[in-house]
């Protein structure tokens, strides 16, 4: 499955893979508007046996396969949304 990935120029590690025969004026128009000027990263060939360093090759190919684009968003730095804080350590007196 082949496809053109490219970067938002509004938001930072945030990226569309678009499938190959797919244009951009394809895509929702709410996405186009949040992702701001599309630009240009690579072409890439994608196959299950492939890694991804933030996705899933699989969740990729589908969305591709479905839908004609798949949007990778920023990885999260802690998905509950809370800082681990560090253990309480006992003080002697």
Do not use: W
Request: charge should be negative; hydrophobic fraction near 40%.
């Amino acid at each position: 499955m082949k496809c053109t990935v490219f970067r938002s120029s509004l938001k930072d590690f945030t990226y569309i893979y678009l499938l190959e025969g797919q244009v951009l004026e394809d895509l929702p128009i709410a996405l186009l508007k949040v992702f701001g000027e599309p630009e240009f990263v690579m072409d890439l060939e994608l196959t299950s046996s492939r890694k991804l360093a933030y996705e899933d090759i699989h969740e990729v190919m589908k969305n591709l396969a479905d839908q004609g684009y798949h949007l990778q968003m920023p990885p999260q730095e802690d998905a509950t949304g809370l800082l681990e804080l560090p253990e309480k350590k006992e003080t002697l007196l």
